[in-house]
């Protein structure tokens, strides 16, 4: 699976959009960009993937470039309780029987 | 989204016994459950990959004979560690791989448990 690279920490504003960037340069043509986030001391939530349209569901939307190397998740509109570590993982869904291997991701704090 | 459990949600134990850990999948059907584990202020890590009704298959360094995984049911997969000691003390979470055919290609989601927090004196 290829590898990402993701800012260790950010903040944002409740209210206001959080952007969070994901470079994975080295991603083949078949590997999807997946996204979860842990919330403290609970198991990580899906919110998203892609292969390289956008997409959005409920949750966020996923903007990935044009050349697939980098991705960026949107959370609209941030709220407290969205303050938790994004993982942004890049693979092939079908390989490895599924398997997942998370970085060390982002830690996302929301501010009043 | 799908719900998968995990039964306890925390244990303490004495050392030198062993604790079974359960994950259910309880709106869909399983075929592959994973194992992670997740130290303090550390990312999570993959233990093993379960797959109903064969052998589980482990990460390099994790020890087949200390941490036994039964995948008995296609909604239900158990981890047991034996002889815990206080390293084995640890956050163990599990996900349930959800596949689903559409327009004659697989669509795969990863749900996860809410975790279990082992703590061995």
């Known amino acids: 699976d290829a590898k990402t690279t993701q800012p260790p920490s950010m903040d944002c504003a409740e209210g206001r959009a959080a952007n969070l960037p994901c470079n994975h340069s080295t991603i083949s043509g078949n590997e999807y960009v997946y996204w979860y986030r842990q919330i403290h001391s609970q198991g990580p939530q899906y919110i998203i993937h892609g292969l390289k349209n956008n997409e959005t569901n409920e949750m966020a939307s996923l903007i990935i470039t044009e050349d697939r190397k980098s991705s960026t998740l949107i959370l609209p509109h941030a709220t407290l309780r969205d303050t938790a570590v994004y993982y942004c993982i890049v693979r092939v869904p079908t390989d490895s029987w599924g398997k997942l291997q998370f970085g060390a991701g982002t830690q996302v704090v929301v501010t009043p | 989204g799908a719900v998968v459990s995990q039964h306890p949600s925390r244990v303490i134990c004495k050392s030198g016994t062993s604790v079974k850990i359960e994950c259910r999948s309880l709106?869909?059907?399983?075929?592959?459950m994973f194992w992670y584990r997740q130290f303090p202020k550390q990312s999570l890590m993959l233990m093993a990959t379960?797959?109903?009704?064969?052998?589980?298959?482990?990460e390099q360094g994790v020890e087949k004979d200390k941490f036994l995984i039964n995948h008995a049911s296609l909604t239900l997969s158990t981890l047991t560690v034996t002889s815990a000691h206080p390293e084995d003390s640890s956050f163990y979470i599990c996900s349930a791989r959800d596949w689903k055919a559409s327009g004659g290609k697989g669509q795969e989601t990863q749900y996860f448990g809410p975790g279990t927090r082992l703590l061995v004196l």
């Open positions: 379960s797959n109903e009704g064969s052998k589980a298959t482990y």
């Open positions: 709106d869909f059907q399983a075929t592959t």
